[in-house]
């Protein structure tokens, strides 16, 4: 009978340095993104037919779809 095979343990190593920076960066700017827009969003309360705010807000908006895209 065939002997059984209990537990293979593989170790790749690799260094991740550039991608934990890479990652911090990005962390870093949805967050700075994200309070940007919660900016707007208050500002859009006050005065919810401001054009500006509003075609900022779409501005953001599309940079925080394009982070979360570059973090993916």
Same mark, same amino acid.
């Given at each position: ?14 260094? !991740?340095?550039? &991608?934990?920076?890479?990652? $911090?960066d990005v962390d870093s700017s949805v967050?700075? #993104?994200? /309070?940007? %827009? ?12 401001? !054009?500006?705010? &509003?075609?900022?807000?779409? $501005? ?7 982070? #979360?895209? /570059?973090? %993916?």
């Open positions: 009978m065939a002997d059984k095979i209990r537990g293979i343990a593989i170790e790749i190593s690799g260094d !991740t340095s550039k &991608l934990v920076k890479s990652l $911090k967050k700075s #993104t994200q /309070k940007q %827009l919660k900016d707007v969003d208050r500002l859009l309360k006050l005065d919810p037919k401001n !054009t500006e705010l &509003l075609a900022q807000k779409q $501005k953001l908006l599309a940079q925080s779809v394009e982070q #979360t895209n /570059k973090k %993916l």
